[in-house]
């Protein structure tokens, strides 16, 4: 019988970089970096990139992170901790922590791995698969890896296909017949189209594969460098495409789909919008990202919680939700529910009505409140008779209202509104 190749992500490690805070989600990241942010009702954005890489056979991994990191690193403890050493898997929290210096924490993503060298070594995997740990897709990283050896590339670039006139927001490839990278252009006005089309641009993932001997060595020349950044997109990257062999992985190549004909799947949920948008679509009849598919599972860290509850059944106060996600822990108590996602223990009081909601873990909407397109944050108490979504200019005076007209409430928010009136 013929053996099956080798699965070569089991000699890689993934090293998933996690420090950055995500300035365009506001006060969501007050408290919490962006790779902390809740997705999904039940999970984090980081669960993507971590799950991609356990379905994909990587049993090594390290986390990097910097940015008011105590949510992440709790959440990677509880939800990620069935890693065996004894099999040869890790999973390794990073903090930056002066390691090399007394002075500089992390000071761009390359420096972050090199001020790790030492710990990847001890890995001794031939393969790194370097991952954003603030996008939400799912995507196979054997194929990539093994784009990368049958290539010999020295290194092979995640990318997105996206029409040109979008792409002026991302890191664009210039690529040939071979997808070999001939140019680097960072959110160009103008950028190139692809060979096959030139209405489409190839736009960086911030996933990058390298052979961790060559990368080691990189590392320590970007070390050496006075004026260097310390960053794999505004340097390393660069620099081999301009001085060595730069290929492109085509995100398509390596999606993972819930049906053959399905849109390959990624979003940068960076924005107040993007994130509203991406879990409220979450609720339509066949969503594009499949959480139900336990061929490729979104791993996590479930709480021990009672089911959903829904109570009341009279003309006016009926306990109901259309349309929509509701998570272990909630009461809907004479609420009605239209397209939303209720996050774990959220709560909702009699005559109280819920459109277009994204509420994470529990909050507690009061009763006769009213709410439309419009985030919630963890532990929010809205106040009775609160509504929300109808008034743009009365909304903008207590919370943050975005360019789409998703309002984000926050505890604090809540506050000075109280204090104020």
């Known amino acids: 019988m013929k053996r099956s190749p080798e699965r070569l992500s089991r000699r890689a490690m993934a090293f998933v970089l996690a420090g950055g805070r995500g300035s365009r989600l506001h006060e969501l990241t007050d408290k919490r970096a962006k790779p902390a942010v809740y997705f999904g009702g039940k999970s984090r954005i980081i669960d ?41 898997e890790y999973l390794d929290i990073l903090p930056a922590s002066q390691r090399l210096d007394e002075i500089h924490w992390y000071r761009g993503t390359a420096d972050a791995v090199f001020q790790n060298i030492d710990i990847i070594d001890s890995y001794e995997v031939d393969y790194v698969v370097i991952l954003a740990g603030d996008h939400v897709y799912k995507m196979d990283y054997e194929v990539m890896i093994r784009q990368h050896v049958e290539r010999a590339a020295d290194v092979t670039v995640g990318c997105l296909t996206v029409p040109r006139g979008e792409a002026s927001a991302f890191g664009v490839m210039a690529v040939d017949d071979m997808d070999r990278i001939t140019g680097f252009l960072e959110k160009p006005a103008d950028p190139p189209g692809t060979p096959e089309d030139p209405d489409l641009a190839l736009a960086s993932m911030g996933i990058y594969v390298f052979d961790w001997p060559f990368l080691r060595r990189l590392l320590c020349e970007d070390a050496a460098d006075p004026q260097s950044e310390r960053d794999f997109g505004k340097n390393l990257i660069p620099a081999l495409v301009q001085g060595g062999k730069a290929v492109a992985h085509r995100f398509a ?49 479930s709480e021990s919680v009672p089911p959903a ?7 006016t106060r009926r306990g109901v939700a259309i349309s929509s996600l509701i998570c272990g822990g909630c009461i809907i108590s004479g609420t009605e529910v239209r397209r939303s996602l209720l996050f774990t223990g959220v709560h909702s009081n009699s005559y109280a009505a819920l459109d277009q909601v994204v509420a994470l873990p529990y909050a507690e909407i009061g009763r006769r409140a009213r709410l439309a397109r419009v985030v919630l944050d963890r532990g929010v108490q809205v106040p009775p008779g609160l509504v929300v979504g109808e008034d743009p200019e009365e909304d903008a005076r207590w919370f943050r209202v975005s360019p789409g007209g998703v309002t984000l409430i926050t505890k604090d928010m809540l506050d000075r509104r109280a204090a104020a009136l």
């Open 309 to 315: 509850k829904f109570i009341h059944d009279e003309e």
């Open 253 to 301: 190549a390596s999606c993972v789909r819930h049906r053959a004909d399905a849109a390959a799947y990624w979003r940068d949920v960076g924005t107040l919008d993007a994130f509203w948008q991406a879990n409220v679509d979450l609720t339509d009849f066949d969503p594009d990202l499949d959480l139900w598919d336990t061929d490729w599972p979104i791993w996590t860290y």
């Open 48 to 88: 993507f990139a971590l799950s991609n890489a356990l379905n994909s056979g990587i049993r090594k991994m390290a986390i990097a992170t910097q940015y008011k990191a105590h949510s992440l690193i709790r959440h990677c403890q509880r939800g990620w901790n069935f890693f065996r050493a004894e099999r040869n």
